[in-house]
């Protein structure tokens, strides 16, 4: 019989690795495909998203070119819809001078709007104790001009140690039982807000969002842990909060908004659960948040649940004025002047030079470099101009710091 000699063993020992070598290189080619699909599906994504905005904004031009009352490019009255209170937070000189802006947009641009106007002012107590919180007289007789409610509240949960909370506790001033939609200050109104078609039984909320939160570690948990974790801590259905037309550990599969606007149909239902459940979040965020960050997104965390447990969603194409040809949200005047359109410039310059407006933004280094100098229009308008897919808001931002052109 034939002897293995000491060369056969070594062969054969060269064979086994090779072998090990060539699977190790084909599960690291088949992860490497992997990432790709991931990536170029993320992409795509992306895509398609910006494409959405491009097309709310050319609705919004097509819709300013007939003239914002003019009608014909907007959906006809609905008789189904409630008329509807309107919530703002107005703080100091900057959230008041806003809201002041968002006053007279409404004025102006939906002349057949009823319900009460209602600008929530934290006072100095409580957790925005020491603060500076009131507006000047100059922001208060503005909105009383334009018709708008203030109402002071005493924040008592989050203040100065998480001010976007003053959106979640200044829900209590609401009346019960009477639709509500909130809009972040930074906002204008830019069409007939009485031709939404908003049904108050199924609250929503914006979907002009990135992927903020949450960011799953290397290791897990991922998108679809973090959240489900959150679903089960309060009782809730994770499975019907899926957009399954997006895949497995997607950020957009996951019920996520922004919280620049939300409605439902009792503010005070409403309010006390988006408080309660935001306190535990922040409060015991559990094993799976372990590794995120809630500042400052815990209302953005919240919300969805909030929203889920009252029977809404995302907002269908009939709430697409929202974002759309109805309001604005512009965050800050370096934006509004990057990525908005022609109509919404011409509507905040114009604002601005309402003699009931203008005092408000005398001393605003932002109002006075972009739009009475005219910075806005003659260097960030051109900075972005044609550029198709427009850049995300984070490369914005960084462009704008570079030209000197960033403004809070």
């Known amino acids: 019989m034939a002897q293995n000699g000491p060369g056969d063993d070594q062969g054969g020992g060269r064979e086994a690795a090779s072998a090990r070598a060539a699977r190790r290189a084909a599960e690291r080619a088949a992860r490497q495909a992997a990432n790709r699909a991931e990536r170029q599906a993320r992409r795509a994504a992306r895509q398609a998203e910006r494409a959405g905005r491009r097309g709310a904004d050319a609705e919004e031009d097509r819709a300013e070119a007939g003239g914002l009352s003019g009608g014909q490019h907007h959906p006809p009255p609905a008789a189904a819809t409630r008329p509807f209170n309107i919530l703002l937070v107005g703080q100091g000189m900057r959230l008041g001078g806003q809201a002041a802006l968002f006053a007279a947009s409404l004025r102006r641009n939906a002349h057949g709007w009823r319900g009460r106007l209602i600008v929530a002012e934290p006072q100095p107590e409580g957790a925005w104790s020491g603060a500076q919180t009131r507006m000047p007289e100059a922001a208060r007789a503005a909105l009383a001009a334009f018709g708008a409610e203030i109402l002071p509240f005493t924040a008592t949960h989050f203040g100065a140690g998480y001010p976007y909370g003053n959106k979640i506790e200044a829900l209590a001033l609401l009346p019960p039982g009477e639709p509500f939609v909130f809009f972040d200050s930074d906002t204008l109104v830019t069409g007939p807000l009485e031709r939404l078609s908003l049904d108050f039984a199924r609250p929503s909320a914006s ?202």
């Not at 991922?222 to 309060?234: E, H, M, N, T, V």
């Not at 550990?249 to 009792?266: I, M, S, T």
């Not at 953005?300 to 709430?319: M, N, W």
Request: net charge negative; charged share 25%.
């Open 207 to 408: 979907m002009r969002r990135s992927a903020t939160w949450p960011e799953p570690p290397p290791y897990g948990p991922g998108y679809g842990a973090i959240w489900k974790s959150l679903y089960d801590r309060f009782g809730l259905d994770y499975e019907s909060s899926l957009d399954r037309s997006q895949p497995d550990e997607h950020w957009e599969r996951y019920l996520y908004f922004n919280a620049g606007w939300f409605f439902g149909a009792d503010p005070q239902e409403f309010g006390r659960r988006f408080l309660d459940w935001a306190l535990a979040i922040r409060d015991d965020p559990g094993e799976a948040l372990a590794c995120q960050s809630l500042d400052p997104w815990l209302d953005q965390v919240a919300l969805p649940l909030v929203i889920h447990s009252l029977g809404g969603g995302r907002p269908g194409p009939e709430l697409a004025g929202l974002d759309g040809w109805a309001t604005c949200h512009y965050r800050n005047l370096s934006l509004l002047y990057a990525r908005e359109s022609d109509a919404v410039v011409a509507l905040i310059e114009e604002l601005a030079a309402d003699p009931r407006i203008a005092p408000l933004l005398a001393d605003d280094e932002a109002a006075r470099h972009l739009i009475a100098e005219g910075a806005g229009r003659s260097r960030i308008r051109p900075l972005f101009a044609g550029e198709d897919p427009p850049p995300t808001e984070k490369a914005m931002r960084q462009r704008l710091r570079r030209a000197g052109l960033w403004f809070r």
